[in-house]
């Protein structure tokens, strides 16, 4: 039996095989010998069939089917089967007698696993073992195909696995190279008006000390004065900047500290108000609605620049006439504007480094896009929180909140 089982075996493989392989070239006189021996072999097994079941007609079908089941899962097929024992004549014993008449097929006997009904894709392979070619075995499988899938389902999965991790390692390459071409044009963008606007002040300051030292009048007190506020304002505001650039870097480095002190708000802005009225070259309004005794506690010259900084953007973005309203209540602080707005693209980017807003038409705008990086690393240093708010063509509002959780008690 067990060499039936094995001939089951090998039919299986050579059908499946046969099925694969592309058609064979003119056999050779060996090949033909080895068939030849095959056909004998094939013949005397059904011979020893024949015999056999003449004998004892009590075939043990379970045995077969038990042998036949460890046969298909050393070759990988796990899965479910049904194996049929069919004949075209009375019974296994008629078969030994000279001739006999091919009837009906008949499943005298099958079995297979629990539940299994071989579905219409299933594949049958079928071994004759008598003489006169009127007893075989039938065997029902699913295709092979679901085998090979389930022996590959751990390399399937790696391999997908593996694509996911190159496809996102790829993507997150393109992500910092796109990044990284973004900065490298941000900081030349910030290399060009940061040289344009160090060279403004100190082209003016020079234009003034020349103007002393080439056409002296002593006869005129005023005019020198005049000379010399102006190459001290523009000095001012170079300093200004450098001020801001070495803040930036001592933020990168978190060496940053503040002097904080209790400050007149008031006054501060007053006077900051006043600076600006005089260096506006358009036509600026100041509302300032700020309780005489407010006072915050915070750094004098960082709490300055913050204020410059948004007043220097609000004149800046908006059109020839400027209206800016500077307001402190409770624990917040606020400058607005109606100038040209923000959009909504913009809005989550303008605290970035280098950032700088699209200004439509209004081309001579200049600036190094640290400002607003600057007010938002200053304020979160004071422990406070700036919002934004705008609206294109209606201007923008720039809240400083939490700012009573840090500053003095009024008065």
């Given amino acids: 039996m067990t060499g039936v089982t094995k001939r089951i075996s090998q039919t299986t493989s050579s059908v499946v095989q046969t099925d694969s392989l592309p058609p064979k070239p003119e056999r050779s006189e060996q090949e033909s010998m080895f068939e030849s021996l095959d056909n004998m072999s094939v013949q005397m097994i059904r011979g020893m069939h024949t015999g056999i079941d003449a004998i004892d007609g009590n075939l043990n079908f379970g045995l077969l089917d038990s042998l036949l089941t460890v046969s298909l899962k050393e070759a990988g097929l ?88 190159l496809v996102a390692v790829f993507l997150y390459l393109i992500h910092v190279i796109r990044t990284q071409k973004s900065l490298d044009e941000m900081k030349s963008d910030f290399t060009n008006n940061m040289t344009h606007e160090l060279k403004t002040p100190i082209s003016v300051a020079y234009a003034a000390n020349d103007a002393l030292l080439n056409f002296p009048d002593e006869d005129s007190p005023e005019q020198r004065r005049k000379y010399l506020e102006i190459s001290q304002s523009q000095l001012e505001h170079l300093s200004g900047l450098v001020e801001q650039i070495l803040s930036m870097s001592m933020e990168r480095r978190k060496g940053l500290v503040l002097h904080r002190d209790d400050i007149n708000l008031a006054a501060l802005v007053d006077d900051i108000v006043e600076k600006h009225r005089v260096k506006a070259e358009k036509d600026v309004t100041f509302t300032v609605d700020i309780p005489s005794d407010f006072t915050v506690n915070a750094d004098r010259m960082h709490l300055s620049n913050i204020l410059n900084n948004l007043i220097d953007n609000a004149v800046k973005y908006s059109g020839e006439k400027v209206a800016i309203h500077i307001a402190a209540e409770e624990d917040r602080l606020t400058v607005s504007d109606n100038g040209i707005g923000i959009s909504p693209s913009d809005l989550k980017h303008i605290f970035e480094k280098f950032y700088r807003a699209h200004t439509g038409n209004l081309h001579d705008v200049k600036g190094y896009g640290l400002g607003l990086y600057y007010v938002h690393s200053i304020v979160e240093k004071h422990g406070w929180n700036i919002t934004v708010q705008s609206e294109l063509g209606k201007g923008t509002i720039f809240t400083v909140t939490d700012i009573g959780d840090c500053r003095s008690s009024r008065q």
């Fill in 78 to 165: 796990d899965g479910q089967h049904k194996i049929e024992l069919i004949t075209f004549a009375d019974s296994l014993v008629n078969l030994n007698v000279t001739v006999v008449e091919k009837g009906e097929p008949k499943v005298l006997a099958s079995l297979c696993t629990d539940g299994y009904v071989p579905s219409d894709d299933a594949i049958s392979f079928e071994y004759v073992f008598d003489v006169q070619e009127t007893a075989m075995y039938r065997l029902w499988i699913e295709p092979v195909g679901k085998a090979v899938l389930k022996q590959m389902t751990g390399i399937l999965v790696a391999s997908v696995l593996i694509l996911v991790v």
